[in-house]
């Protein structure tokens, strides 16, 4: 791993590979490991490939504001310059598509493709309430089997969950689940109980549960001046299947595809359907 000052951050990365650049960039409360060898090690063996922390995530730093996609946006195009990357494909999963997207709008010159990976965007889905969940009932009984009890009308509810996964009290819950085909935030990669410690931090010393709901300039208006190519790639049961219809709806270049029986982590779950689905995708451009 090396490390890089970048908008003011110091930022972990890696790379690995060779040819053309692809940056992959991950969501809330992961770290670069998310990426794993069964996403990373495949794409490397075609392009030269960058995984990084987030500001706030894994061993970057943790500065007191600034978590806005706006601002990591320019986290990632200080890391491209530090890096003498001129031109990347980007792919982000979850809030890593956002900050993708938001790189494209404030300095297109730097993008060559975008894969939005499960990403709810703000200006095309402003709610994320479990009752407009399509699997909402499947959903509420499975987690209140394992003690979560999460209110129907939260607006916030990806954020609701990391937090009540990343507390103490379920520690014993994630260790347990270590190893299972389930896929439970903080406990299968990237030293899941130190991510989990590190992202309550990130909630309680920082302004980035503040600035993690802002739109922060990225809007329908600016969105729909995106001219890259664009795949969005989302799970057949995901709760932000409304953000993939607004991007196919405001985006001339958008190509999607459903995953089959997936949610929203389908990177880590099915990795060789991901890795297919956007090398194919970097080939055709």
């Known amino acids: 791993m090396a490390r890089a000052g970048c908008n003011g951050v110091s930022i972990n990365y890696r790379r690995v590979g ?18 794993h060898f069964d996403v990373l090690l495949p794409l490397a063996r075609d392009y030269r490939v960058t995984v990084y ?3 706030g995530h894994g061993y970057s730093g943790m500065p007191p504001i600034g978590y806005t996609s706006a601002d ?26 956002v900050i993708a997207l938001h790189c494209a709008v404030l300095h297109p010159e730097c ?10 965007v703000r200006a095309l889905q402003p709610t994320q309430r479990p009752r407009d969940w399509p699997t909402w009932k499947t959903a509420k009984k499975r987690l209140e089997e394992v003690g979560l009890f999460l209110p ?9 969950l990391l937090e009540q996964l990343a507390s103490p ?9 270590r190893g299972s085909q389930l896929f439970i935030p903080f406990s299968r990669w990237g030293g899941g109980n130190r991510s989990a410690k590190r992202w309550l931090e990130l909630l309680d010393t920082t302004t980035a549960r503040q600035d993690l709901t802002s739109l922060a300039g990225l809007t329908v208006n600016t969105l729909s001046k995106i001219v890259h190519p664009l795949l969005a790639i989302y799970g057949e ?19 999607t595809v459903i995953v089959p029986e997936a949610g929203h982590s389908f990177p880590v779950t099915r990795p060789e359907f991901f890795v297919t689905t956007v090398s194919r995708f970097l080939r055709e451009l």
């Open 18 to 35: 060779e040819g053309r650049d692809v940056v992959l960039i991950h969501g809330l409360g992961a770290n670069h490991a998310f990426w």
């Open 169 to 177: 009290d379920w520690q014993k819950k994630r260790d347990r689940l």
């Open 72 to 97: 990591m946006a320019e986290d990632l195009y200080h890391l491209l310059n530090h890096l003498d990357i001129s031109r990347a494909h980007l792919v982000g999963h979850s809030l890593g598509g």
């Open 237 to 255: 049961r995901s709760t932000v299947l409304a953000s993939s219809q607004g991007l196919q709806r405001h985006l001339d270049n958008c190509k």
């Open 111 to 120: 993008v060559s493709s975008l894969t939005v990976a499960d990403s709810r």
């Open 53 to 55: 922390d987030l500001r």
């Open 152 to 160: 129907e009308d939260e607006t916030e509810a990806g954020l609701w």
